[in-house]
């Protein structure tokens, strides 16, 4: 798994509880929204489902969450956002993946170019690194401190192509188009599902030393504060 996965688990659980409270909120209704417009109801649309479950961890209000939703669904009006990828280097010459959703993608590009500036990186092309990664179905789960032959044999039916361990839960990988399929099949093993969706994995990880790390660290955390920013990905493990 992408070291750079397991950070932003930690600042996602860290999120609700600090003074960027709002910020946070501000993400979580940007992909409700995003994800609202292929359908209003979460036991339909898969891709909502999730986010609302991000929200809900979150600690956001049932009434926020449905206001992004309705947003999603033209009940009320709203800015257009639109999903968007920016890649660039890191410290090291470190990739990175990032996932937006702007209503002002000049906004957005000249925030993250300052951010990579600032921290020793620099704002790439498109296409420049997106080749270095893969999108895979991630499922986070915790409830079992060991998963039995049977379990993992449940699992790669369902599709895992990937059972690992990372910070105390069990994280499942699978192809896109199995998460849905993958997610069910955690909740049927009685795993108590953390976080499920897609992600940018990296086809080879490489490794840094500690100054690197720690200068990667200074840029995504500079990431993370831009409201547009909702993932970021490297192929650097942390």
Known sequence: MSGHSKW???RHKKGAADAKRAA???????????AAREGGDPEFNFSLRTAIDKALAGNMTKDRIDTAVKRGTGEIEGGI????????YGPGG???LIEALTDNRNRTSASLKHAFT????SLGSSGSVQWMF??????RASGKDELSDEDQLTLMDAGAEDIDREDGLHVFTSADSELAKLRGAVQQLGLTLEDAGLEWIAKDENEADDETKGALMKLFETLDEDEDVSNIYSNVTL
């Open 8 to 10: 932003a688990t930690i």
């Open 24 to 34: 946070l909120f501000t993400k979580l209704s940007k992909a409700i929204t995003v």
């Open 81 to 88: 956002i639109e999903e968007v990828i920016y890649e660039g």
């Open 94 to 96: 470190a990739a990175v």
């Open 118 to 121: 600032k921290n020793g990186g």
């Open 134 to 139: 893969e999108r895979k179905g991630v499922v």
